[in-house]
């Protein structure tokens, strides 16, 4: 049972432009949201959170914005850099349970010069 | 650098066989969590230690186990090794929110 799906597997996009990335969840309980990169050869990063209780976060060139209704979140990242490629992962946390975080499988991103 | 260190970087070892995975949690991080990342998965979250206890559980086997110690680190021990279980096992270490978590560069096992 897959609770958070990141259905692309991919993404590459021009350096300079907006790059998009999905997320979907099934789980209702889920009240916060969390983003991590990960480049090759190390560990997830912490990149940008939301609440259940609002509909964007924003930080420097990333927002993030959460479609309650729809159980859909995105990560829009404005402009796009070359370092910005790497695998980005969406989770959900159910904070009233439990400190478990429930990730997605991850979306690689490629910006290209 | 996240401030999470784990030991070894690579393991290679045989079906049957037991290994020990070691963490240390960022100065002052109590909560020390574990996934596993296995191929074309995402992070699964194993199991989660607060300050010497037990706080949460997710997916793990029975034939895994962790503690953590009094100075705070964490060993993961995986036992009656399986060639399914090759994959990368990450540590993670939080402060005040269990959300936010901080990331080691993470242990890559390969069962033979």
């Known amino acids: 049972d897959q609770q958070v799906k990141q259905n692309s597997p991919s993404l590459s996009v021009q350096e300079g432009r907006i790059s998009i990335l999905n997320c979907d969840y099934t789980n209702s309980m889920f009240d916060y949201f969390l983003w991590y990169k990960k480049y090759p050869a190390e560990g997830p990063t912490f990149l940008i959170s939301?609440?259940?209780?609002?509909d964007k976060n924003e930080d420097g060139r990333f927002t993030v914005f959460l479609n309650k209704s729809a159980k859909h979140l995105s990560l829009h990242i404005v402009p796009s850099q070359p370092g910005d490629s790497a695998v980005y992962f969406c989770a959900g946390a159910d904070t009233g349970a439990n400190s478990k975080l429930t990730f997605g499988k991850g979306i690689t991103l490629s910006v290209r010069p | 650098d996240s401030g999470v260190t784990q030991t070894p970087k690579h393991l290679i070892t045989a079906t049957g066989q037991r290994v020990t995975l070691r963490c240390s949690p960022r100065s002052g991080d109590l909560s020390v969590y574990w996934y596993q990342q296995s191929l074309d998965q995402g992070l699964q979250f194993l199991i989660q230690?607060?300050?010497?206890?037990?706080?949460a559980k997710g997916n793990i086997l029975e034939r895994f186990s962790a503690q953590q110690f009094p100075d705070l680190h964490s060993e993961l021990n995986l036992s009656s090794l399986e060639l399914g279980d090759s994959a990368l096992y990450f540590c993670a270490s939080s402060r005040d929110r269990f959300y936010e978590q901080y990331f080691g560069p993470g242990t890559r096992l390969t069962v033979t």
């Open positions: 939301i609440s259940s209780i609002k």
């Open positions: 230690y607060y300050n010497g206890e037990e706080r």
